[in-house]
């Protein structure tokens, strides 16, 4: 019996288009899903769309068109984005569709019968664009004197009749919730913020509007929708079958094994969400990891600065793997990053056609050679051979341990060290001399090599599968259960046996030339 993985991305607005942002959570989450699964596990991946709430209601009435009308259209550009990145997520969740309507609503009965709610009165701040309260100690005044959030975000004065939560009585709980569980929020600087915020104190959190009719109604209370971020976060439940908690996939996947997401959204998963899972007698999810946020060449992104990075752009131009590796690998998962089309061109250029473009096609052109396009039969091994398997064999290791904390830099750091050696190896042995000093050698090192593609070749899958698709085919490992995680407790001749056939080398990686990202990088400013 597999082990359960349940991962999700944030249900994205669909006021917007989606970019590089939303991209770069979706991919991370997609490298854990295919890891989880090359390692034996069962993964629901969940991502979708966030249609309710006051920011989606204004964009539809700026497009002069109905909101269910705007949500199915916006909606659909999201689920192509995934298309384009070669998601394999299991599910597609919209907050429109009666399954989740449901859901929230049997949650919010469940808080109601536990005491968790009262009807009053909100008068406060509130900014549409984050669809979030804020307290008045949080804001700043601007030049034109408007308040605004600690976002940037401008707030409005908003008084409304409400549902409150009581998340004031939450608080103490939360904290030693925190304290029992260390590696809840991710990483442990962002977990710190949280702390801080909640040990400030907890006011009631307003859980309805009456200004606003897009939305789900409150069960008897219908001139009332439930708030954009209980509605939403309640995704993550409706997606295995909420209120059904004898449904197999609830049983099965709940509660959720990672929610990933920018570090914008943090204090709604990881304060109101496990408040209102408490709450409501849930269990809680294993953990919350924010990542940093990407500007392009320095400036926030956004589309009124007319600087949106498009995903499909950067894909047309540089292929999906080469920009999969790029966003994983360019900036230490967790921190701020900044996007130039220089960076990506040095990166790819070097990591992917230089170290590892080079070695498969360095190692496979030998076997054509030297012998005869097989894989050779190896001899007894030497220490500079056991120097180079050694980590190649620790990498699956290596890497889970570092995916496990998602930490997407650092395996693959660790994957190229051993792409590296292998690379010295290639020219400390000097295959060509061998041929004619020692061709039993020459065996040995070219099997080592090979073995080392093979490994590399299959962690690597779930970060660029389909150009590691084709470095294993290249080097005849069949498609199934070889290229597995399991696969890599074999021998290089228990996976490779010698006789078998490699066909031609390819090219895995070509390079970008550098003209491509000149002229680009200013065009951006623009
Ligand atoms: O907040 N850099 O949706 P949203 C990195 N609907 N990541 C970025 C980014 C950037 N510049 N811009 C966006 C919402 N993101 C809610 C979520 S979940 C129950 C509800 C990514 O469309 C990042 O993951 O504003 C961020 O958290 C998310 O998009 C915000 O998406």
Redesign the pocket.
Known sequence: MSKPYYITT????VN?TP?I??A??SLACDVLARFKRLDGFEVAFLTGT?EHGQKVAKSAAAAGVDPQAFTDKVSQHFRDMGTALGLTNTDFIRTTEPRHKRACQALWNRLVERGEVYLGRYAGWYATSDEAFYQESELTTNAAGKKIAPSGSVCEWMEEPSYFFRLSVWGERLLAFYDAHPDFILPSTRRNEVVSFVKSGLEDLSISRTALTWGVPVPDAPEHVMYVWLD??T?YLTALGYPDENADRFRTFWPADLHL??K??LRFHAVYWPAFLMAAGLPVPQRIFA?G??TNEGRK?SKSLGNVIDPLELISTYGLDPVRYFLMREVPFGQDGDFSHAAMVRRLNSDLANDLGNLAQRALVLVQRFVEGRVPTPGPLTEADRALLDPAEALLATVREALDAQAFHKALEAVWSVIADANRYVDTQAPWTLRKTDPARLGTVLVALIDVLRRVGIVLQPFMPQTMGRLLDQLGVPVGEARTFAALALSASESLPPGTPLPPPQGLFPRVEEQKAEGRDQGSEG
């Open positions: 944030p249900i994205f607005y917007d970019h942002g939303h770069y959570t966030d939403a976060l995704n997401m920018g914008d959204i990542h946020w990407w992104i």
